[in-house]
């Protein structure tokens, strides 16, 4: 893997070296003598059974801490997962999940994702030099980063390989939904207020209009669980998402309640909620409901 961890934007006049193949391939001084990324692809992902696509329409709806803890149902069922945070300018997963100090690796099969609680990770922020850092890049180098992710990250044989996609409609969902072969499929996130149903509504054309199938809807933050006396508070009017579901003809995997713990321990890096909450027994039921989905 070439991405060069000690710089966060491009240099002008010199091509960035994660754009070495093909719009560059013209200018590129290793022309001929690199390998063929998309059989590189072909074989990474051929090893992965399922790799599926987490969207939303909005920022902020809880699109990663739902991957995180999707990744940890199915980890804890048997499988075996990896995530990819395939938001290049905002990733967020390893602050999620505590491990944003660590860095990938290489190896002798390529760069190593980091293991966090036995899910593999791989994200911009485990390359970046600091946790501050920003990304200042243009479509094609995102793109250029985001095909590395895939060609040169040595993901081994997994069940799952969840994609933790940046909100809305640009670059990133439509490169990986053209790069990542045999996708299994997408899944959005919302939350019930008709802001985020709206924006998630345009994530589902945009992925319908890919030909990549959507796998089903998941509404967080549906209701609240009152911290003091458990009962469930609908702060937000739930069921937005499961209309819309009904309304596009898509299936509803579930809801998620708000819970305050998970933005309290996510902001700790502690992201996977525990087992004995209502939050978890939701993922478990949607991971239930996303298995059968996939199954038909
Ligand atoms: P996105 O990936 O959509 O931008 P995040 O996963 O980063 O959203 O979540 C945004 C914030 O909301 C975080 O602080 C997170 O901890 C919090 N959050 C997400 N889901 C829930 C939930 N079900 N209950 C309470 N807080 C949540």
Known sequence: MTIDNKRDSPQRGKPNPAESCDSLCDSCESRGTCS??????????GRIKHKILIGSGKGGVGKSTVTVNLAMVLKRSGYRVGILDADITGPNIPKLLGIEDLRLTAGPGGVE???ADGIKV???????SSRDSAVVWRGPMKMAALKQFISDVNWGDLD???VDLPPGTSDEP????????DLTGAVIVT?????????????VNMFQLMNVPILGIIENMSTLICPHCGQMIDVFKSGGGEREAREMGLHFLGAIPIDPE????????LAFVSRDTPAWKSFEKVVSALREEIAK
């Open 36 to 45: 063929d990324p998309r059989a590189e692809i072909s074989d990474r992902m």
């Open 113 to 115: 994702p980091v293991n």
């Open 122 to 128: 791989v994200s911009m922020a485990l390359v970046l």
């Open 160 to 162: 799952f390989l969840l």
């Open 174 to 181: 439509i490169s990986l939904a053209q790069l990542i072969p």
């Open 191 to 203: 939350t019930p207020q008709e802001v985020a149903i709206l924006d998630s509504k345009k994530a």
């Open 262 to 269: 998970i933005g309290k321990l996510g902001d700790q890096g």
